[in-house]
């Protein structure tokens, strides 16, 4: 048994009166690809925000590659190497590729306690080859984000996250709202993950999808994991059931 | 060819300074040639830093997505917080550096209760724009100071260059224009301001300290308020109680007219420059053309409606030129 790559112990959450989660404990090794589902209001964006940062658990523990850590911001996030793809505030669509792949970790030329010039060069070529290494194929890192369809847009912050050698993704709802040619482009980078060796968490209200890229299916109902299975011994009706 | 048409198409300074030449050609020909002699472009040059100091630092901040309404009374308060230390005895470079200290202090609680409150910065501003103006007319205590003769004020306001064509005070400006345009296009610091205006979850996503961004960039909009207020005292010889009132809003119009989007994210510092050269053109031209002078404010108010309309236009039409992104 391989040691987890995060590991969620009795994660707790409070809003106000609701108690959003229940002691929830979660432990994924490397390489895995989990696909998360539940309903509105189960708890999944919930875990998922507090592992990327975006918020904290009132109670519990998050391990990372075996020790205790304490992710308060999505910066302490990304700095262990968990990036997070949302369903659409990933990007700033006003601004052009290569500055969108690289908001926060600029490359610098010239700099003085984190503040400097920007290697425009740099960023340019370095965006060229993020791109194509997730086999999107974008003829120039300039366009701005805005003008790419919504499957691009979940293209290039996968490559983001592959650039920047992320050892666990997590993409919330990455196919909301994309049709179906579209879906199957983000499914075609999900997989591709998974050849790469990358950790995921995928979380969908579309269980075809989940079953289609995961190996392993963790539903959540009112707070709880309520199954959890590799995907090869459950099926679609099983996860409908208990949700 | 296409795309670099819908590269400049897209650039969105383009509307004002096709604007800009367009009113530099009419006034030229109606004031028969005087409007670019050598005298009248002194005239110009020499008001153009003070509006265009404010322009610079609306610009930044409304591309960080936020507002700044009480540019106008720091304009104020800056130099006279300064001349009222220096009556009470405090050297010049001390005098100077606490009224620098008040503007940072004032973009810093405009920063403060608009992010810790979370309320619109339109509305913090508005309140500070009566406050400042109020602090500035009590300081002075009704009766503006005398500036004292040994300041050296030639470092502002004293004729420099080829045929004395401009003011020091525009070589800081083109100074600070530059290095605001580099802050803004080529540092990552710039690079934060315009995604955090562009679309704050993103930018919040990707670790950005959203709030100290916005902050900074209040900050710099109040100093650069303040020096442009200080550069107008020392051209006149006095800190009156009164200047800069609607300065703000002709540094709206000109960072507009530049092309600024309202809502943030989109704007570039040369546009802001474009639009307050824009403003001192139309000034300068009317009374030269020998309309009446009170058709200014008419004038600048259509050109940031039109300028915008253009500017959506423009943008319009960069989006149906159909140059393939992906291949």
């Known amino acids: ?243 | 060819m296409k795309r670099l048409l819908k590269i400049y198409l897209e650039k969105p300074e383009l509307a004002g300074l096709v604007l800009l030449v367009i009113l530099i050609a009419v006034f030229q020909v109606k004031s028969d040639g005087i409007f670019l002699g050598q005298q009248n472009l002194r005239g110009i040059l020499g008001l153009l830093p003070e509006t265009g100091l404010i322009a610079i630092g609306v610009t930044l901040l409304m591309i960080s997505g936020e507002f700044d309404l009480s540019v106008g009374s720091v304009f104020a308060l800056m130099p006279m917080s300064m001349a009222i230390a220096m009556t009470h005895g405090v050297p010049f470079v001390p005098a100077m550096m606490l009224g620098f200290a008040v503007c940072l202090a004032i973009g810093f609680i405009n920063g403060y209760i608009t992010l810790t409150f979370n309320i619109p910065s339109f509305i913090t501003t508005l309140g500070m724009l009566f406050m400042a103006r109020s602090m500035t007319v009590v300081i002075s205590g009704g009766f503006p100071p005398l500036l004292s003769s040994d300041i050296p004020t030639w470092l502002f306001t004293s004729y420099v260059g080829p045929g004395e064509l401009f003011r020091m005070s525009f070589l800081w400006f083109l100074v600070v224009g530059i290095l605001a345009g580099l802050l803004l296009a080529r540092t990552n610091f710039g690079n934060w301001i315009t995604a955090v205006g562009g679309f704050q979850q993103a930018a919040a996503a990707t670790g950005i300290p959203v709030k100290r961004v916005k902050m900074v960039s209040f900050m710099l909009c109040s100093v650069l308020a303040g020096f442009a207020g200080m550069i107008q005292v020392f051209r006149l010889g006095s800190p009156l109680p009164s200047i800069g009132e609607g300065l703000e809003l002709q540094a709206v119009a000109a960072a507009v007219i530049g092309g600024t989007a309202l809502t943030g994210g989109i704007g570039t510092i040369l546009g802001g420059v474009l639009g307050a050269l824009l403003i001192r053109v139309i000034d300068n031209g009317l009374v030269l053309t020998q309309v009446d002078a009170n058709w200014f404010k008419f004038a600048v108010g259509f050109l940031t409606i039109f300028a915008v309309v253009a500017n959506a236009w423009l943008r319009a039409r960069a989006k149906r030129i159909k140059v393939e992104i992906s291949s």
Request: charged share 20%.
């Open chain 1, 1 to 243: 048994m391989t040691s987890p790559i995060i590991s969620c112990q009795k994660i707790e959450k409070w809003y106000s009166g609701v108690h959003a989660l229940k002691q929830v404990s979660l432990d994924i090794v490397p390489g895995e690809a989990v696909g998360l589902v539940g309903d509105n209001g189960a708890g999944k964006s919930t875990l998922i925000n507090i592992i990327s940062g975006v918020q904290t658990a009132d109670a519990g523990e998050v391990h990372f590659e075996g020790r205790p850590v304490s992710i308060r911001s999505p910066r302490d996030a990304m700095d262990l190497g968990i990036e997070t793809i949302y369903q659409y505030n990933s990007m700033v669509p006003s601004m052009s590729i290569a500055r969108n792949l690289f908001i926060g970790r600029e490359p610098l030329r010239l700099g003085v306690m984190g503040f400097g010039l920007i290697d425009l060069k740099k960023m340019r070529q370095e965006s060229v080859r993020a791109i194509a290494d997730v086999d999107l194929h974008l003829r120039t890192p300039d366009a701005l984000v805005g003008e790419l369809s919504g499957g691009q847009r979940q293209g290039v912050a996968i490559a983001r996250a592959m650039y920047f050698k992320s050892k666990l993704m997590i993409l919330d709802e990455p196919t909301n709202h994309l049709s179906v040619k579209e879906t199957n482009k983000v499914l075609g980078f999900v997989q591709s993950l998974k050849e790469q060796g990358i950790t995921s968490i995928f979380i969908s209200h579309n269980i075809h999808h989940v079953f289609e890229c995961c190996d392993r299916i963790v539903a959540m109902a009112r707070g709880e994991i309520v199954l959890d299975k590799p995907a090869s011994e459950t099926n679609m009706d099983e996860v409908l059931d208990v949700l």
